[in-house]
T-cell receptor, first 108, second 118 residues
Framework: DAKTTQPNSMESNEEEPVHLPCNHSTISGTDYIHWYRQLPSQGPEYVIHGLTSNVNNRMASLAIAEDRKSSTLILHRATLRDAAVYYCILSSYGKLTFGQGTILTVHP | GAVVSQHPSWVICKSGTSVKIECRSLDFQATTMFWYRQFPKQSLMLMATSNEGSKATYEQGVEKDKFLINHASLTLSTLTVTSAHPEDSSFYIC??????????????FGPGTRLTVL
């Protein structure tokens, strides 16, 4: 499985934008870029996914580099409820391999 | 939409007993479900892929005779931990695949089941 690299942790202030980076230099042509987040003692929550074009939904935006070797999850206005572990995962035909993710701390 | 439930949310059992965990997709049909395990301070590890009507596919190192998976319908998969021991204590999480065509299927996760084996 293609591997992703994310910072171990990031911090943000409430109501400020947050940009969570992810490197995936070995991505293949059929790999989709998925983002999930997990709160303590809960199952992961789907955030967003994309293939080549930037994507927006009600939760976040996903910016994908032109060469697809990196991507950025954008939370436009962080809230305290956005504090979680964020996982960037490459998926081809359904299977997900979770890395360590980025622990996002949001300060009031 | 795309809600997945698990039951029970937590269970405590004695060493040597078996425990069954249910995973249901409540508002969609899932031909494929997945079972993960998560130890404290660690990431999720995929245990097996469960396909409706066929045998599960286990990841390397996961004992298929210890972790029995049944996917008898399009909305229900069960994981049975047989002869549980303290080292099996973990957070077990299932997910169900919501097909969206091609290779962009999205997994929706259950809330997890905390298993403690005494």
């Amino acid at each position: 499985d293609a591997k992703t690299t994310q910072p171990n942790s990031m911090e943000s202030n409430e109501e400020e934008p947050v940009h969570l980076p992810c490197n995936h230099s070995t991505i293949s042509g059929t790999d989709y870029i998925h983002w999930y987040r997990q709160l303590p003692s809960q199952g992961p929550e789907y955030v967003i996914h994309g293939l080549t074009s930037n994507v927006n939904n009600r939760m976040a935006s996903l910016a994908i580099a032109e060469d697809r070797k990196s991507s950025t999850l954008i939370l436009h206005r962080a809230t305290l409820r956005d504090a979680a572990v964020y996982y960037c995962i490459l998926s081809s035909y359904g299977k997900l391999t979770f890395g360590q993710g980025t622990i996002l701390t949001v300060h009031p | 939409g795309a809600v997945v439930s698990q039951h029970p949310s937590w269970v405590i059992c004695k060493s040597g007993t078996s425990v069954k965990i249910e995973c249901r997709s409540l508002d969609f049909q899932a031909t494929t479900m997945f079972w993960y395990r998560q130890f404290p301070k660690q990431s999720l590890m995929l245990m097996a892929t469960s396909n409706e009507g066929s045998k599960a596919t286990y990841e390397q190192g996961v004992e298929k005779d210890k972790f029995l998976i049944n996917h008898a319908s399009l909305t229900l998969s069960t994981l049975t931990v047989t002869s549980a021991h303290p080292e099996d204590s973990s957070f077990y999480i299932c997910s169900a695949n919501l097909p969206s065509g091609g290779s962009s299927d999205t997994q929706y996760f259950g809330p997890g089941t905390r298993l403690t084996v005494l």
